[in-house]
């Protein structure tokens, strides 16, 4: 199934309909934590970056560091289970002889009313024009994190997003590269819920629509409020596949997230833009 996977303008019509319900009290003591792994040749790398003691990961974001645009991020996802925020990057199938490393992010608070966590799995396949799968939160809440991850892909499937459709959905898409993939790959979304806070927001902003590479943007949050959770989402009508997610980071004062993006091996003549997207809060 062919997707348009830039939908950062359907989001934002959608929020502008929505209004909050019986809101809760703003999120205190929001903090950032990081983790970077070693720096050496490996084909994988996985990083979790751990909350501290008191605190509950709620979002979290990561980063290739090194690389030469041949190494993506191939997971940014909550872990309950260790109340921390792990990245994973892959070498593509060209492989890369350099060293490199991921840094993982975790943004971290003392337990919001009706915290939850929920994960969808979608169905195996091999799609080289690009699926997605989405999870939602109750009715009741709306979502303050979300993740997703390529589950078997080898480095030959990448993120094309992680996109937050407010109140509570998120949709993680993915496609292979433009050499294609063999093996059967899925994805998996993750989304963290919450009781409606009193002045969330989810915010976005984008980089020119043209055929240039890498790109970087960045999207702030209003004076008073931080990012709870941070994502993005890339690509053009004719660039599945053939760009590749970096960094998704969210600042040490939790007061902006910058996301950057490059073209894999060979580019694309077509013109792809990237988004990056912030769960902004009191």
């Not at 934590?33 to 490996?42: F, G, K």
């Not at 060293?99 to 608070?109: E, G, L, M, N, P």
């Not at 970087?216 to 994502?231: E, I, N, R, Y």
Request: glycine share 14%; with cysteine.
């Amino acid at each position: 199934m062919k997707i348009s996977l830039s939908v950062h303008a359907t989001v934002v019509s959608l929020a502008a309909s929505v209004a909050l319900a019986s809101p809760a009290q703003a999120v205190p003591g929001l903090v950032r934590a990081s983790a970077t792994s070693i720096s050496d040749s490996s084909t994988t790398k996985a990083q979790t970056a751990a909350c501290p003691a008191g605190t509950q990961v709620l979002g979290g974001g990561g980063e290739i560091v090194g690389g030469g645009g041949q190494v993506l991020l191939s997971a940014l996802e909550p872990v309950p289970g260790t109340n921390g925020y792990l990245a994973r990057g892959h070498e593509d199938d060209d492989g890369y002889t350099e060293s490199w490393q991921v840094t993982a992010y975790a943004t971290c608070a003392p337990g919001p009313a009706g915290l939850e966590y929920r994960s969808r799995t979608g169905s195996t396949q091999s799609a080289s024009f690009g699926t997605y799968v989405a999870v939602q939160c109750p009715s009741t809440k709306h979502l303050v994190g979300l993740g997703g991850r390529t589950n078997n892909g080898n480095g030959d499937v990448s993120l094309e997003g992680l996109g937050p459709f407010d109140p509570f959905e998120v949709l993680v898409p993915g496609a292979e590269d433009p050499n294609g993939y063999a093996g059967l790959w899925s994805l998996t979304a993750h989304v963290v819920c919450a009781t409606p806070i009193a002045g969330r927001q989810v915010l976005f902003a984008s980089t020119a629509y043209d055929s240039s590479s890498p790109k970087t943007v960045t999207v702030s949050c209003p004076a008073g409020q931080k990012a709870h959770g941070a994502g993005f989402n890339g690509g053009g009508a004719t660039a599945f596949g053939e760009w590749l997610v970096r960094s998704v980071t969210p600042n040490a004062t939790l007061t902006a997230v910058t996301v950057s993006g490059e073209e894999v091996d060979g580019g694309t003549a077509g013109s792809w833009s990237l988004t990056a997207s912030a769960v902004c809060a009191p």
